[in-house]
C-alpha cells in the first residue's frame, strides 16, 4: 500500500470547462489499491469541440467509448481512431460532430469503422483524410505508421482477418492502438519498437485476447501504461442481448495493482512524466455517449 501512496502521479489534469488548459502535475491520493489512484480531468459536457491548449512535448488522449478515442496534438491537430456505429452489435451511439483532421481505421468491423464496411453513411467528409492500410503518414506534428497485423481468431474471416495495428508519435510519445489484433508475432513487436502507451482490447471474458495472450503481448511491448479498451460499459449497456460475448473490464482490473483512474475521459501525458514502473489508466467514457434512454 505504501509504494502506491508514494509514488508521484504521472498525469496532468484538464482544467476548466470554459478555457482548456493543462495543470501542474496532480499529487496521487492515496486509498484501497484495487480501486486505483484516480487522475482527474474537467467535465467536457459544456464544450465538447473546444481545442485543448497543450503545451509542446503534452498529449491529450481522450476516451470516447469501446475502442474510440481521439488524440489531441500540441499543434491543434486530431486523430479519431476506431469510431464505431451506433447501436449496432453495441447498444449505444456514436458522439455526432466530432471534428478531427484525419480517422484511423484498424479493420473493417462496424464497431471499428462506424458502419462503412456495410455501407453505413461515414460521418467525416472528403476533406477528412481515412487511414486504414500499414503506411507512414505525416498530419502536422503527427507522425502515423501502420503495421500489418491480424484479427484475433475466430473473427474477421470474412474480410481476411485484416488489422492495422496503428504506431501515433506526437510529442515525444509513441502510441499504438492495437484494434483487434491477435497475439503479436516477432515481426509485429519488432515494428512497434519502443512505445509508450499501448491501448489493447481487455474484458473479463476475454472477447478478443485470453489472460495468457495479453500477458504475452505485455511482456513483448513493455508499455509503460496501458489503456484497456474494447469492453463491455455496463452504464452504457442496459440489454444483455447487446455486445453478445463482451464482458466488462472491472472484474480484470480487481486484482491488478498499479491502477490509476482518470475522473472524466481526458487525460494529458507527456514523455518526460512517464511512470517509471508498468500502469494500467482506466479511462471513463465521453459525457457525449448516452444510452439508449439517454
Known amino acids: 500500500m505504501s509504494s502506491a501512496v508514494e509514488r508521484s502521479c504521472n498525469f496532468s489534469c484538464v482544467m476548466t470547462a470554459s478555457v482548456l488548459v493543462t495543470s501542474t502535475v496532480l499529487a496521487c491520493r492515496g486509498g484501497d489499491e484495487s480501486r486505483g489512484d484516480t487522475v482527474e480531468t474537467a467535465d467536457r459536457r459544456d464544450v465538447p469541440e473546444q481545442a485543448f491548449s497543450i503545451a509542446s512535448g503534452q498529449v491529450a488522449i ?20 476506431d469510431p464505431y456505429a451506433s447501436r449496432v452489435w453495441i447498444g ?15 479493420h473493417p468491423h462496424y464497431d471499428h469503422d462506424a458502419g462503412q464496411y456495410r455501407g453505413h453513411p461515414f460521418p467525416w467528409g472528403n476533406d477528412v483524410e481515412v487511414l486504414q ?20 481468431d475466430p473473427y474477421g474471416k470474412e474480410f481476411g482477418q485484416i488489422n492495422t495495428i496503428f504506431v501515433i508519435e506526437i510529442g515525444g510519445l509513441r502510441i499504438a492502438h492495437l ?94 512524466d512517464l511512470p517509471s514502473t508498468q500502469e494500467i489508466l482506466v479511462f471513463g467514457h465521453s459525457p457525449l455517449v448516452l444510452s439508449p434512454e439517454g
Request: hydrophobic share 40%; aromatic share 4%; net charge negative.
Open 133 to 152: 492500410e500499414p503506411d507512414t503518414t505525416v498530419i502536422g506534428d503527427i507522425r502515423v505508421e501502420g503495421i500489418r497485423g491480424k484479427h484475433a
Open 92 to 106: 449505444y451511439d456514436f458522439p455526432e460532430n466530432l471534428t478531427t483532421d484525419a480517422v484511423l481505421i484498424t
Open 179 to 272: 484494434g483487434d489484433n491477435g497475439p503479436l508475432t516477432d515481426e509485429n513487436v519488432t515494428a512497434l519498437g519502443r512505445i509508450d502507451v499501448l491501448m489493447m482490447p481487455i474484458d473479463a471474458d476475454y472477447h478478443i485476447l485470453k489472460e495468457q495472450e495479453i500477458q504475452s503481448n505485455l511482456a513483448s511491448v513493455r508499455p509503460r501504461i496501458l489503456v484497456p479498451m474494447h469492453y463491455r460499459i455496463p452504464t452504457l449497456e442496459p440489454s444483455d442481448e447487446s455486445a453478445e460475448s463482451l464482458g466488462p473490464v472491472e472484474p480484470w482490473l480487481t486484482e491488478k495493482g498499479n491502477v490509476r483512474r482518470v475522473e472524466g475521459n481526458v487525460a494529458v501525458l507527456s514523455a518526460k
Open 62 to 81: 481522450e476516451y470516447i467509448a469501446h475502442a474510440a478515442f481521439r488524440i489531441h496534438s500540441p499543434g491543434g491537430k486530431r486523430l479519431i481512431i
